[in-house]
């Protein structure tokens, strides 16, 4: 069974017809899950019929498997969307839907491998990770704030001192 990595992500849409297009997809997932093979990426970058399923997810999205289940909200033309993916985040996929019909949207993503213990950022095209060890006792300093308190470290931390 793959590490799953915890995403947070807004996604802006350039304009109102390509929102609702998307807030349209994402009430059908709410009501049926996965629309014949087809998540959140498949939506923007669906995957040929022909193609080796496994390599082309992992090349194009950046993880194993699509997302059927997203829970989200929208603001305006923005998108808050919170999912899990395997072993990674799906930083091709980000790069693809910003690059994509010129750019109809922009992505700013926080990250979290708890089993691998690191945090990530994707804004603005590039992406940057910082290791975490909570033996460390300066280990929030070296984190971005935001960060810390989006994929809730603090209460991470409160577990693990009660384990350890």
């Known amino acids: 069974m ?6 947070s992500v807004v996604m802006c849409a350039a304009c109102a017809m390509r929102a609702q297009s998307f807030e349209t997809f994402l009430k059908g997932l709410d009501m049926e899950g996965v629309q014949g093979d087809i998540g959140l990426f ?5 995957r040929p ?17 699509d ?3 997203p829970t989200w ?3 305006d033309l923005a998108f808050h969307l919170k999912f899990e993916t395997a072993w990674s985040p799906p930083i091709p996929f980000y790069k693809f839907i910003e690059s994509a019909d010129g ?9 979290h491998s708890a089993a691998e213990r690191w945090v990530g ?18 280990w929030r300093d070296r984190l971005p704030h935001k960060i810390v308190h989006e994929v809730e470290l603090d209460r991470i931390y409160a577990e693990w001192l009660e384990d350890h």
């Open 121 to 138: 950022r994707y804004a603005c095209g590039s992406s940057k990770t910082w290791k975490y060890n909570f033996e460390d006792p300066k």
């Open 103 to 111: 750019g109809d949207w922009m992505v700013d993503a926080i990250f």
């Open 42 to 46: 498949g939506h923007f970058l669906p």
């Open 73 to 75: 909200e929208r603001d």
């Open 67 to 69: 997302v059927p289940d």
């Open 2 to 7: 793959p590490d799953m990595v915890y995403n």
């Open 49 to 65: 019929a022909s193609a080796d399923w496994f390599h082309w997810n992992v090349q194009r999205y950046g993880t194993k498997w």
